[in-house]
Nanobody
């Protein structure tokens, strides 16, 4: 059974940092693209960042310069380093895996995690 499990969310003050992790099991995602999405209350889910198996990356304009996506192939894990957090970053963050970058950036990955809450206080 394929599982993507996020961790690392929490409550943090504005200006702080968090590192989210997404551990995969039940499948080797070595050739898959991986990504992070978020959904704020009352808003649609949006892509935040993505990374391919060859370490090409994509970032939403709203997070460029503050968010960094990375992966550890040996651990089947993807990370999202979030710096300079803002209250508007408050959302449930989801990780995803797809066959390629297009699958991620179009919001059509093959697998989703269950999400981890990030709350930023002002």
């Amino acid at each position: 059974q394929v599982q993507l499990v996020e961790s690392g969310g929490g409550l943090v003050q504005a200006g702080g940092s968090l590192r989210l992790s997404c551990a995969a099991s039940g499948h080797t995602f070595s050739t898959y693209a991986r990504g992070w999405f978020r959904q704020a209350p009352g808003k649609e889910r949006e892509i935040v960042a993505a990374i391919t198996w060859s370490d090409d990356t994509y970032y939403a304009d709203s997070v460029k310069g503050r968010f960094t996506i990375s992966r550890d192939g040996a651990k089947n894990t993807v990370y999202l380093q979030i710096n300079s957090l803002k209250p508007e970053d408050t959302a449930v963050y989801y990780c995803a895996a797809g066959a390629n970058m297009i699958a991620i950036t179009t919001g059509l990955p093959n697998y989703w995690g269950q999400g981890t809450q990030v709350t930023v206080s002002s």
